[in-house]
């Protein structure tokens, strides 16, 4: 029976299943032939929703291609549009399904964190904040704020703990900053929590209230050490007071239009012929804090546009404590707004979805104009992640563009020590959460590529979800080596290698080359000549990146290895 037989029966079958379905709100759940959840989706219709996948109409072509890998599906009712909504952004965390769209933060920006579970709490510079109701959470702060700066003196001049927790548990004896007069040594109880907790407030009186107190406590320091011919000390906390002053002034300013409400996103996305971006502006205390950008590829689409920004700015709003704002404001019409806010009320009680009115008119448009301009500019300096990924699916005749990458390197040093490293990238950036290292054993004969590599792979197996690309640091005879094992093992994934060539500038003769280069290369199998990188930016940025963090991952560990093997020493190895 043919592949596009085989394809229609089992479609016929699932079309027949889809059927029976309540016609309730719920998610469902789209499975491969090894039972993995592969794209998990809402619906208010479950049996109208699920069906419009099985019914043999003209499809765009990532539904035909996910269609084409699912031979079964499971379903979860819900009672309200708004909880399918909170149950698809579970369900997306917990499977990661590969066709589902996950987009990555562009940035982050700084908070002042203060964990009060902590005996003697610190003041802490934090990107990404995790919930938790003994932590106090100031920011986010405008880029330009000094934010760490103003931390480093507030712990410094007011003595506070500036170790971690298991240092601080640790110490027995006073470290040098107590000898410094910079901290108060509360690790060996040269203060009271009283004072301590004193000493605290006035640093926190600087984010949660005017600052004058601690201003008022830095000036009279200075006047005491003034007095006491401590000229040095003095012009320090001078010089730390004008940096405090400086924060407040800007920290509290405030932009008179949006005085009533203090905290808002305004929220806007462009779809161009080849991808779609989502910009949001943040104001935060009434100051514009600044942007964040996302971008997805059409082909990637299989709700329509609207559905699917909608899809990701609750994932998104749902997995970012620091980031809630108090009002969103949209382009969506007002039905959409209010089951957006339904549904994010799960999030954030008293959180607002509103469209832009007369007030937020113009930030709207200069979102949504941000939002065309971040995609314009990517797409001619060929900088979109997908231009790189759709050349390798070209390169490698493949049906779809690959999503996940895996690059490998090994390390060994006279036979010593092997190690290796999986580097994992999802749609052209790194997933640290799934890289790992392997510890290789060591052979009588020393270097044995064949051998290493295919245990390598054997424990990969066993090691979640394959990719859909394999690249190997090396040329055509290591690709050769990975490609055997993973023929043994009847896993039809392609292997690319990354390698340098040296490239000759000027004629062929001795006497007129003038200079050697290093050419980076893409070594693939069935293809005759070796693709060259810098033929395609986006790509080369990718498969450079990915080559570079195997390097750096598969050393650390190799040289872990090595300075226990030959010093002795046990270390700690950070996986980070």
């Known amino acids: 029976m043919s592949k596009e037989k085989n394809i229609t029966n089992t479609l016929v079958k699932l079309e027949e299943k889809a059927k029976l379905l309540p016609t309730k709100s719920g998610c469902y759940l789209m499975k491969n032939k090894n039972d993995q959840i592969i794209y998990v989706g809402k619906a208010k219709n479950l049996k109208a929703r699920v069906l419009s996948y099985f019914n043999l109409s003209a499809k765009n072509p990532k539904t035909e291609i996910l269609v084409s890998h699912i031979v079964d599906f499971d379903f979860i009712m819900t009672d309200t549009d708004a909880e399918a909504f909170v149950l698809e952004n579970n369900l997306i965390k917990k499977h990661a399904p590969k066709y589902n769209i996950r987009l990555k933060d562009d940035k982050s920006y700084p908070y002042v964190v203060i964990n009060h579970g902590e005996p003697f709490a610190r003041l802490e510079y934090i990107r990404k904040v995790k919930r938790s109701s003994k932590l106090e959470v100031f920011g986010p702060f405008v880029t330009g704020s000094n934010v760490g700066e103003v931390l480093r003196v507030l712990t410094k001049v007011l003595n506070l703990r500036d170790c971690s927790l298991t240092e601080f548990k640790k110490r027995k004896e006073p470290c040098l900053l107590f000898q410094m007069k910079q901290c108060s040594a509360p690790c060996v109880g040269k203060i009271s929590e009283e004072n301590y907790a004193k000493d605290l407030s006035l640093a926190i009186d600087l984010f949660k ?37 400086n924060f407040i002034t800007h920290f509290r300013q405030e932009n008179a239009e949006m005085n009533d409400v203090k905290n808002v996103d305004v929220v806007a996305f462009y779809q161009g012929e080849e991808e779609v971006d989502i910009s949001i502006y943040m104001v935060r205390n009434g ?3 600044g942007h964040k950008n996302f971008s997805f590829s059409n082909l990637d689409l299989t709700e329509e546009v609207e559905d699917e920004v909608l899809n990701f700015l609750f994932q998104y709003y749902a997995e970012t404590f620091d ?8 382009q969506f019409s007002n039905d959409v707004n209010e089951e957006f806010e339904t549904a994010l009320k799960n999030v954030q009680e008293k959180i607002q979805v509103k469209s832009p009115g007369n007030k937020y008119q113009s930030l709207l448009d200069l979102t949504r104009d941000h939002a065309f301009e971040q995609q314009r500019v990517r797409l001619l300096n060929q900088e979109s992640v997908y231009v790189g990924l759709n050349k390798l699916k070209d390169l490698l005749g493949l049906r779809e563009r690959p999503v996940i990458l895996e690059c490998y390197d090994i390390a060994i040093f006279q036979g010593k020590s092997p190690t290796a490293a999986q580097i994992v990238f999802h749609d052209g950036k790194a997933d640290k959460k799934a890289y790992r290292h392997y ?7 020393g270097n044995n590529d064949f051998a290493m590599m295919k245990e390598l792979i054997t424990r990969r197996l066993d090691n979640g979800k394959l990719p859909d690309v394999f690249i190997v640091d090396g040329g055509l005879g290591q690709v050769n080596v990975f490609r055997e094992v993973l023929k043994e093992f009847n896993i039809p994934i392609p292997v690319v290698g990354i390698a340098k060539s040296k490239v000759l500038k000027g004629k062929e003769s001795f006497k007129q080359v003038e200079i050697k280069r290093s050419e980076e290369r893409l070594i693939i199998p069935e293809r005759k000549n070796p693709y ?7 790509l080369f940025k990718i498969i450079i990146q990915m080559r570079d963090e195997a390097h750096r991952f598969s050393r650390r560990l190799h040289h872990h290895h090595e300075t226990k093997r030959v010093l002795g020493k046990k270390q700690k190895l950070s996986l980070n």
Request: aromatic content about 8%.
């Open 209 to 245: 209230s005017s600052g004058k107190k601690v201003q008022k406590y830095f000036e009279q320091n200075m006047f005491e050490a003034s007095e006491a011919e401590e000229f040095e000390r003095a012009a320090s906390l001078r010089d730390n007071l004008g940096l405090l002053n």
């Open 287 to 289: 100051l514009l804090l």
């Open 323 to 330: 980031l809630l704002p108090d009002v969103i404001i949209t």
């Open 532 to 538: 060259f990188l810098n033929q395609n930016k986006s």
């Open 439 to 445: 510890t290789l054993q060591e052979r009588p004969e």
